[in-house]
C-alpha cells in the first residue's frame, strides 16, 4: 500500500467518526435545553387518567351540545385535521363573533404550564371550562350543560363508568376533567423527539444547522423544554416592539391577568411543537408565514437581524418539530332526548 493511499484511507477511516463527533455533540447540547416527548400518557393533578375518563372527554370534545347553541364544539377551534386549532386569525364562535385571540394548538398542550395566551387556566381542566361559558365561543352555562348531559342516558352512563363511585358523576368540573384527561393523550412524537433519543439520522443536515442556530442567537430563553415553549411570561417585543399590524394596543396580555403594569403585552411563550402546520402566527394571528414569524422574532425579540439563510435553517428545524398525529376515531354521540335544551343563537 503507498503512503497516499496509507494516508487517504486513514483520514476516510477517520471522519465517521468525526462526524458522529460533531452530532453527539449537538445532541448532547440540545439535551441540556429540551427534553422529548414521554412514550407514554402523562399524569395531570388532581385527575387519574382512565381510559373510561378518555372515551367520555373525546366524546365531550367533539360534542356541539356543550355550545349554547348547538354549533360548536372543543374541536371547532382545535381541530385535530388541522394541527390542533382552528388556521383563522381569530376564531369565530357563538352568533358568529370573533374572538379576540388566535386559537393555540391543544396538541402537547398538557405540558403547557399554563393555558391560554395569557396564563389564565393553570391546567387544562380549568382551560376546558373557559370557552364553554365565554360568550363569544360556546356562550353556555354550566347549569344548562349539566341539564344537557343529564337529559341522555348515555352520558349519565358513561360518567358513571368514568368517575365510580360519586353519588352524582355529571357535574361540570367531571365535564372539565374528562375533556382533560382525553386532552392529555394529544401528543405527537416528532423526528426531533428521535434525535434526541439517540437517531442522530433523524435530523437532515439542514435541520440540524437550525437547531445550532436556534440555540446559539438565544431562541431557547423562551423556547425550551419538552413543548420548546409553554412556560414562561415573556414581553412581545423585548427588544423592538412591532407595530400595530402584529402587536395590537388594544390588547395587553397578561396585565388583564395580574393587573400589573409590568405585565402589559407580556404573554406566555407559544409552544413550537407542529408549528409549522398552525399557521396563523402569535396571539394576534395576523401573520401567515412561518419565515416572517422568525425573522420578526429574531428583531422583536432578540435583536438580531436573521439573514435568508439563518431563517431557512431555523424553519428547516422547526418542521423537525411536525410530529405523527394520534390516531383519533369520531365518536358516536348520544341521541338528544324530550328533556335535551333546545339550542339557542341569542346573543347575551
Not at 395569557?118 to 352555562?141: C, F, H, I, S, Y
Request: charged fraction near 20%.
Amino acid at each position: 500500500m503507498t503512503r497516499i493511499t496509507l494516508l487517504t484511507a486513514t483520514v476516510l477511516a477517520s471522519l465517521p467518526f468525526a462526524f458522529g463527533a460533531a452530532a453527539s455533540d449537538l445532541r448532547d447540547e440540545a439535551l441540556a435545553m429540551f427534553q422529548p416527548l414521554p412514550s407514554t400518557v402523562p399524569a395531570v393533578r388532581d385527575n387519574p387518567i382512565t381510559p373510561e375518563k378518555v372515551d367520555l372527554g373525546k366524546a365531550l370534545f367533539f360534542d356541539p351540545r356543550l355550545s349554547a347553541s348547538g354549533v360548536f364544539s372543543c374541536n371547532s377551534c382545535h381541530n385535530l385535521a388541522t394541527g390542533g386549532d382552528d388556521n383563522l386569525e381569530t376564531s369565530i364562535g357563538h352568533g358568529w363573533q370573533k374572538g379576540p385571540r388566535n386559537a393555540p394548538t391543544v396538541l402537547n398542550a398538557v405540558f403547557n404550564e399554563a393555558q391560554f395566551w395569557d396564563g389564565r387556566a393553570e391546567d387544562l381542566k380549568a382551560q376546558a371550562k373557559g370557552p364553554v361559558q365565554a360568550g363569544v365561543e360556546m356562550a353556555n352555562t354550566p347549569d344548562n350543560v349539566v341539564v344537557t348531559l343529564k337529559s341522555m342516558p348515555d352520558y349519565v352512563s358513561w360518567f358513571g363508568e368514568a368517575f365510580p363511585g360519586e353519588a352524582d358523576p355529571v357535574t361540570f368540573d367531571n365535564m372539565a376533567k374528562a375533556i382533560e384527561a382525553f386532552e392529555a393523550t394529544l401528543l405527537t412524537p416528532a423526528p426531533f423527539d428521535s434525535f434526541l433519543n439517540g437517531d442522530e439520522a433523524a435530523l437532515t443536515d439542514m435541520q440540524k444547522a437550525g437547531l445550532q442556530i436556534f440555540m446559539d442567537k438565544g431562541c431557547v430563553s423562551c423556547h425550551s423544554g419538552i413543548n420548546l415553549g409553554g412556560t414562561g411570561y415573556y414581553p412581545f417585543g423585548l427588544i423592538e416592539k412591532p407595530g400595530a399590524d402584529v402587536l395590537p394596543e388594544n390588547d395587553k396580555g397578561r396585565f388583564a391577568v395580574t393587573a400589573t403594569a409590568d405585565d402589559s403585552y407580556v404573554f406566555r411563550a407559544a409552544p413550537l411543537r407542529n408549528i409549522a402546520l398552525t399557521a396563523p402566527y402569535f396571539h394576534s394571528g395576523r401573520v401567515w408565514d412561518l419565515r416572517q414569524a422568525v425573522a420578526i422574532m429574531g428583531t422583536s425579540q432578540l435583536g438580531e437581524e436573521l439573514n435568508d439563510q439563518e431563517v431557512d435553517q431555523i424553519v428547516a428545524f422547526l418542521g423537525a418539530l411536525t410530529g405523527k398525529m394520534p390516531e383519533v376515531v369520531y365518536p358516536v354521540l348520544p341521541a338528544e332526548t324530550g328533556e335535551t335544551p333546545r339550542p339557542s343563537g341569542e346573543i347575551r
